[in-house]
């Protein structure tokens, strides 16, 4: 290929994503500043599916790689992200088709699952009826700092890119030890500190011992002062970071986000499981002592169609029996996560 050849790739590459970026645009009520700073961050062309009209593309998403825990392992998803159809070109299937275009890709890639996150309510029922099942919850509490009596020598600061590194070995870390939960990778990390600071929003670091030893995300939205990720290795580190918070912000009440409780859950995310075969071999290599069979019908991806047989720590897969009655996947998805707390965290949604 050469030089002219490169400058009308990139040319055509460039055109996509302004045009994409204008969709996004039409379609949701995010300010120009953030739509210009997730297209820069967020967009490539190799994650970016869409459906042209005129060379237009009239309904489009994005496919960003993620990882979770899983048990003793990490398995690859791909969370799908700017999902949108033109106003013109609505209730005509088109999503519909997008999103089967996606899960071919991504089930050719090896992928796991995918996961999305509702614009709004509504849409919940909406993916529901396509095959996705809402696992991601969180809990939300207000905690008044008022009355904090801290006694601890801990020394606390805030973010900066000098130590970027070290904070993301701590912060990997924590996300790590959490099953079920979505990883952030280094670069990952970087978008979301550079939008947090960009939203008037705040990092806060704490060390002990010459070692970071607690982390907290903060952002503030319509003046309220909301913890969207904490660590701390002891009650009173994280006791130092939120009064910190709390002086930092002029705020005695914060809103704290965590995993999920038994009581006060509220729904964020949904996934659809994307390769049945090797999502089954990893449950039943944690759940040796299960022995059943899970007969699955998928109208999408047909090569998930089948009888699968979980015995001794191992996934066997069978032709289809029409004889019995199957699965649709979002059934799949209630079983593989029963009991279980998938949490998310940190996503540019809010």
């Given amino acids: 290929m050469n030089d002219v050849d490169i400058n009308i790739d990139m040319a ?11 969709l996004y645009k039409l379609c949701f009520d995010d300010s120009d500043k953030f739509a210009d700073f997730y297209f820069d961050k967020r967009y490539t062309e190799k994650n970016h599916f869409a459906i042209f009209e005129n060379n237009n593309p009239v309904a489009a998403l ?3 790689p993620y990882m979770m825990t899983f048990f003793d392992e990490k398995i690859d998803l791909a969370y799908l992200s700017a999902i949108c159809t033109h106003p013109n070109f609505r209730r005509q299937g088109l999503m519909t088709k997008l999103l089967e275009k996606t899960y071919r890709q991504l089930f050719a890639d090896g992928i796991y699952a995918a996961f999305l996150i509702p614009a709004d309510s509504y849409l919940f029922d909406i993916y529901g009826k396509n095959d996705y099942e809402t696992i991601f919850y969180r809990t939300k509490t207000q905690i008044n700092t008022r009355n904090f009596n801290i006694k601890n020598d801990c020394k606390i600061y805030e973010y900066s890119e000098a130590n ?24 990952d990390f970087e ?6 600071y960009n939203s008037s929003g705040l990092i806060l670091i704490a060390e002990y011992g010459n070692k970071i030893a607690g982390i907290s995300f903060v952002s503030l939205v319509n003046s309220n002062i909301t913890v969207n990720e904490h660590f701390a290795d002891t009650r009173e580190i994280s006791a130092s970071l939120l009064k910190t918070i709390s002086e930092k912000t002029a705020a005695d009440s914060l809103t704290y986000i965590d995993i999920p409780q038994k009581k006060h859950c509220e729904a964020i995310g949904m996934m659809r499981i994307i390769c049945v075969e090797k999502i089954l071999q ?8 299960c022995h059943t069979a899970v007969f699955v019908k998928d109208s999408v991806i047909a090569e998930n169609s089948g009888c699968y047989r979980i015995s001794n720590g191992e996934c066997i897969k069978l032709p289809f029996e029409n004889s019995h009655e199957a699965w649709k996947i979002a ?4 079983f593989v996560f029963d009991g279980q707390t998938p949490y998310m965290s940190l996503m540019l949604n809010e």
């Avoid at 055509?12 to 204008?22: D, F, N, P, T």
């Avoid at 993301?168 to 670069?187: L, V």
């Avoid at 990893?282 to 002592?289: C, G, H, I, P, V």
């Avoid at 059934?331 to 209630?334: A, F, S």
């Fill in 12 to 22: 055509k590459q460039m055109k996509l994503k302004e045009l994409s970026k204008a």
């Fill in 62 to 64: 994005q496919a960003i």
């Fill in 164 to 187: 970027k590194h070290e904070t993301f070995k701590y912060f990997d870390r924590k996300m790590s030890e959490r099953n079920f939960c979505i990883q952030h990778s280094f670069s």
């Fill in 191 to 196: 978008i979301v500190c550079e939008d947090i």
């Fill in 282 to 289: 990893l449950y039943a290599k944690k759940y040796r002592n």
């Fill in 331 to 334: 059934q799949l998805t209630q």
